[in-house]
């Protein structure tokens, strides 16, 4: 996977959908309403986020010495520490909470241990549950047995076994791993793998008894254990405790005895800093005491380190306009079989036909590789962040970030693309690592609780920010001096525009008022809704929440629809009622097309002044007669289209 390329075809595509899904008639509109959902601060995105970070530090000399049995691979820093606390070769294995980042080898950093333990226990005859690993879900559980299913086909681990206790019957058979409960409670597998609620009744079926005869765990390991918070980590506690009575493990002051407990987590490691209250929950949970050390994080290379001597006898590095024209041209991101990472990788490495793993070799010495690792410096950094930043890449980059930043990020999303493809020259082929760990984080806001401004000019808004901006604007009022008396806000007691002062700009202010957006599913014209009170039916209920909730509850047929007008209709409609001109044969109705006043929460027929513009308010296609709007309400017709349906703009 290329991050960068996937995060802005997912951008690209979930815009195209819903603008497609939403398909207005009106070009002004669906123009609006894509600006709306792509805007970069306002809209329904934010990010991608970009993180490049170096790999991990590599395990020093000397590492196999806390094995017996050692792993084919060469560890990274952080598991040959953990292997150290947690191997029982030379002595007790200690607690330990492993803290490092998804994709650092958590899993090996117990499981190489867990296994070095059962088979030298095996060794000695001894049967019985010698660990035990809970999973917060069944699909983790199920995922890791097939991980552990790898390592017992090992010749080395053939005495070995585990077990998956689960609730749900796994799809996948594995050809080491028992799923079989009755096999199970006959021959009690070494490594026990399931979940708390599992293990619970694990613990109380006398059916199940079988199962722990013999058990002397050594550890129990918590997955995912930032999940285990408040009443759910009372209840685990609680377990793990029966746990260890029920295999006869528990001492005084020591409620798990000799089983030690391992907790993984990258979630509690994000960010690093202090780590006493992630010790505080620990010792909480598992009742034994976990030094400073206990705690074990991940070690990545510097990008110095990682990067090492420069060759500078490398091309140069392409200006952004070469990267987008040599890897594909424009538009790659919505068509990526165009995309030719060859063709970049040949520019910026003067050589052509190279596969992952020179791609790689190469890449680390280049000078550009040290630029991009430098500017993000393992932090997460959105597009605007990068453009910042994009002066380290020398004066071409720098230009381009201010003259056309779209350009900028959408070819450093291509080198980003190039980096994401090579592969660490020093691993091995049958178990490539990449180069580097890309991370694109792309956060999507569901579509729901959208405001429409009453106006001419379509324009839109979320429901929530309306409400943080009353807050706001709530808070500066009271802190504020009571004196109004400036003649500077906007005034709303007439819907009329008022006429501009000689001088003043005249450009059309956002609209003030709002009320929840509407469409037609069928002819595709958008509008607002409101809700009609029992007393007076043209002064409206404008509370956006009160709205939806009656379009859900019994008052629906309550709500008034409000399709917008188009000019023609408007102009038609005033000159009718004005009488500046007849009825057109065969147009539209004059008495279905009201002023919809957002300002006064109201509606009413035009008027020869409205010809002179609005404000806060727009000619709108409605349903006037009482009984007539209930049922249309009820049924969700279209004014502008009495055989169309219309739904909430909010609604999926």
């Not at 293990?199 to 390991?221: F, H, I, N, S, T």
């Not at 002819?523 to 009656?550: F, H, M, N, V, Y």
């Not at 500046?580 to 035009?606: C, N």
Request: glycine share 8%; with cysteine; net charge negative.
């Amino acid at each position: 996977m290329k991050p960068t390329l996937a995060a802005a075809q997912l951008r690209g595509s979930l815009t195209q959908y819903l603008t497609t899904t939403y398909a207005l008639a009106d070009e002004d509109t669906r123009l609006a309403l894509e600006r709306f959902l792509g805007d970069p601060e306002t809209g329904i995105f934010r990010g991608p986020y970009l993180r490049i970070r170096t790999p991990f530090h590599p395990a020093d000399d000397g590492w196999r010495s806390a094995l017996e049995w050692q792993p084919s691979f060469t560890p990274w820093r952080h598991q040959a520490k953990a292997w150290e606390r947690l191997s029982t070769y030379k002595g007790a294995a200690e607690p330990t909470l492993v803290t490092t980042g998804t994709g650092s080898g958590k899993t090996e950093s117990f499981l190489i241990p867990v296994l070095d333990h059962c088979r030298r226990q095996k060794a000695l005859g001894r049967r019985g549950v010698k660990a035990v690993l809970l999973y917060p879900m069944n699909a983790l559980a199920t995922d890791q047995a097939g991980r552990i299913g790898e390592y017992l086909a090992q010749p080395e681990l053939a005495q070995v076994t585990a077990g998956l206790y689960i609730g749900d019957k796994p799809d996948t058979d594995f050809r080491r791993v028992m799923t079989r409960r009755e096999e199970m409670r006959q021959s009690p597998p070494d490594v026990l793998i399931t979940n708390y609620k599992m293990l619970d009744l694990l613990l109380q079926r006398a059916e199940d008894r079988p199962l722990w005869e013999g058990a002397d765990p050594a550890y129990v390991v918590l997955d995912e254990f930032h999940t285990y918070d408040g009443a759910q980590g009372t209840d685990v506690a609680m377990l793990l405790r029966r746990l260890a009575s029920a295999v006869g493990a528990s001492k005084p002051e020591r409620p798990l005895g000799s089983i030690c407990p391992v907790a993984t987590s990258a979630t509690l490691g994000e960010g690093g800093g202090d780590t006493g209250g992630i010790l505080t929950v620990a010792e909480q949970v598992f009742g034994v005491p976990f030094g400073p050390d206990s705690v074990i994080g991940e070690e990545r290379l510097s990008a110095d380190d990682f990067v090492g001597d420069i060759d500078y006898e490398l091309p140069e590095p392409p200006d952004p306009k070469e990267v987008i024209e040599v890897s594909g041209g424009p538009g790659v991101e919505s068509d990526p079989d165009r995309l030719d990472l060859d063709g970049l990788a040949e520019r910026l490495l003067g050589r052509r036909g190279l596969d992952v793993f020179q791609i790689g070799r190469l890449l680390k010495k280049h000078d550009f590789t040290h630029g991009v690792l430098a500017l993000l410096n393992g932090d997460p950094l959105d597009e605007w962040g990068l453009r910042d930043r994009m002066a380290r890449f020398g004066y071409a980059w720098a230009r381009t970030a201010r003259e056309n930043p779209r350009l900028a990020l959408e070819a450093l999303s291509r080198f980003v693309a190039l980096l994401s493809s090579a592969r660490d020259p020093e691993s091995d082929q049958h178990r490539p690592r990449p180069l580097v760990h890309v991370e694109a984080h792309l956060w999507v806001r569901p579509v729901g609780r959208v405001l429409s401004g009453v106006g001419a000019r379509p324009e839109f808004r979320w429901y929530e920010d309306e409400r943080s901006a009353a807050r706001r604007s709530a808070l500066t009022a009271a802190s504020a001096s009571e004196d109004t008396s400036d003649g500077e806000e906007w005034p709303t007691a007439d819907s009329r525009r008022p006429q501009a002062l000689p001088g003043s700009d005249t450009v059309q202010r956002p609209a003030q008022a709002h009320l929840p957006a509407i469409y037609c599913r069928v002819c595709g014209r958008s509008g607002w809704a409101a809700l009609s009170p029992e007393a007076d039916p043209q002064k409206l209920e404008t509370g956006p929440l009160k709205i939806w909730q009656a379009a859900v509850g019994r008052d629906k047929r309550r709500l008034r629809y409000f399709v917008s007008a188009t000019p023609a209709e408007a102009r038609d409609a005033l000159a009718a009622l004005t009488g500046a001109a007849p009825k057109q044969a065969g147009g539209v109705d004059p008495q279905s097309v009201v002023v919809l006043d957002g300002a006064q929460g109201t509606y009413r027929l035009p008027v020869a002044e409205d010809g002179e513009g609005l404000q806060d308010a727009w000619f709108a296609r409605a349903v006037l007669d009482k009984k007539t709007a209930d049922q249309a309400a009820k049924d969700d017709t279209c004014p502008a289209r009495a055989w169309t349906r219309t739904g909430p703009r909010h609604r999926p």
